[in-house]
């Protein structure tokens, strides 16, 4: 495990340290906090909805592939790719989520992760918490076209562009409104695939930027997927 930037270790730690239980769901393990019941981890491997891209992934990740996975949430497919052999980068800008992704990503073997946004430019932004429960954490960040009088808090959070990184294999992103500013900071000129979640306002500038290649639906949403 690698954990990027150490300015927000103290916190983390105390997170990732907390007691939880230990479920084992199809091969992978995950941590649940104490009081959840049905938890995100039963929802990600059982509903429908997920079922597409997890079949896609299944057929395409190839032993050693480079995945980034943007907007990793609790890390349910940071675990879902370990376990296909993939070489996993996380990100995830909400604490208490991070701090979920970094144990249950830990449970099942190696990952990179970085507790931060992405997006096209590097620095620092507001990240307004809409929620604070374990895997029910969410938010925003300043620049997402998105509602903005939801928030029960705000804390500032890293931003960072994934140009600065090696191209990925296989690119999956799930940010709520951000995506744009994703894939306008991203290098791309290796990767085979991009899996992104879009609304319909955003889907044509996706499009565009992906530079309109071949289209398959991976019903959720609108989560559309680029060859």
Known sequence: LRLIN???SRIYA???LTPEAIKTIDGMKFSIPSGFVNFWVEWFGKHPQ???TQD???ENVREGDLVYNVGAHIGWYVVFLQKLGAEVTAFEPEPINFAELVKNSRLNGKATLYPAAVSNRNGWTNFHVTDTKAGNA???LD???VEKNTAIGDT???LMTLSDLPSPD???IDVDGGEVDVLEGANLENTRAVIVEVDELSMKTVNNLLGGGSVFPVPRNLRLGWN
């Open 6 to 8: 150490s300015r927000f």
């Open 156 to 158: 500032k959070v890293p």
């Open 50 to 52: 997920e079922k597409p």
């Open 14 to 16: 105390v997170l990732i």
């Open 143 to 145: 620049t997402y076209e």
């Open 138 to 140: 969410s938010g925003y």
């Open 56 to 58: 896609w992934l299944r």
């Open 170 to 172: 296989i690119l999956l």
